[in-house]
């Protein structure tokens, strides 16, 4: 899955097929197909390894079944794999 943070505004949004912008509209950005994005303005691209996020989510489930009751269990959420996107990257491309 990918997102942008824009620099100025400091909105993070997840990319789609349609084009989205950040709060102050400086920044935005699509998917081209189901891999690959473009987006153009001051943004930082990140990236959630997907299966990471998924088993995440998938553990939080189980264990707010289980652990709901339980005080000694730690309030903490699950975590998973996130990441910056580097400018080389092939399969998110800057407008100029």
Known sequence: MKLL???ICNSVFNLTPKSKSCECGKTTGHYTD???A???GPAIPLGFANTSLLNAI???EFLN???KDNPKVCC???EFIAFT???WADT???EK
Do not use: R
């Open 5 to 7: 943070m824009c620099k």
């Open 34 to 36: 189901t891999i690959n």
């Open 38 to 40: 473009v987006y153009s």
């Open 58 to 60: 998938e553990l939080q």
């Open 65 to 67: 079944k289980i652990e």
């Open 76 to 78: 903490k959420g699950e």
């Open 85 to 87: 996107i580097p400018e």
């Open 92 to 94: 998110i491309t800057k």
